[in-house]
Nanobody, 120 residues
Framework: QVQLVESGGGLVQAGGSLRLSCAAS????????MGWYRQVPGKQRELVAS???????VYADSVKGRFTINRDNTKNTVYLQMNSLKPEDTAVYYC??????????????WGQGTQVTVSS
């Protein structure tokens, strides 16, 4: 079982920055995708950014140019650097690990979430 623990959330002013960390209990080199999602009450959880074990990255259009995902395999940790934060970035941010077992079988693991609040 892969356990994920997020940290780094908090309250910041618009235009400020935060760095979220996700520490995994397993080698992230063996995880196909590590990513960050966020969710606002009443809305679906959405992908913010993800990174493959090959280093490829994907970003939501709303955060491109502002957020950066990276990983440190030696620490089994994935980071999300968030710059130029906007009030609309306010959400609970969840770390996600996706392990692709086969074409039809995938295992998803989730952290407990960390609150990010951006004030106007």
């Amino acid at each position: 079982q892969v356990q994920l623990v997020e940290s780094g959330g908090g309250l910041v002013q618009a235009g400020g920055s935060l760095r979220l960390s996700c520490a995994a209990s397993a080698s992230i080199s063996s995880i196909d995708h590590m990513g960050w999602y966020r969710q606002v009450p009443g809305k679906q959880r959405e992908l913010v950014a993800s990174i493959t074990n090959g280093g490829g990255t994907v970003y939501a259009d709303s955060v491109k140019g502002r957020f950066t995902i990276n990983r440190d395999n030696t620490k089994n940790t994935v980071y999300l650097q968030m710059n130029s934060l906007k009030p609309e970035d306010t959400a609970v941010y969840y770390c996600n690990a996706l392990v692709i077992r086969s074409i039809r079988v995938r295992n998803d693991y989730w952290g407990q979430g960390t609150q990010v609040t951006v004030s106007s």
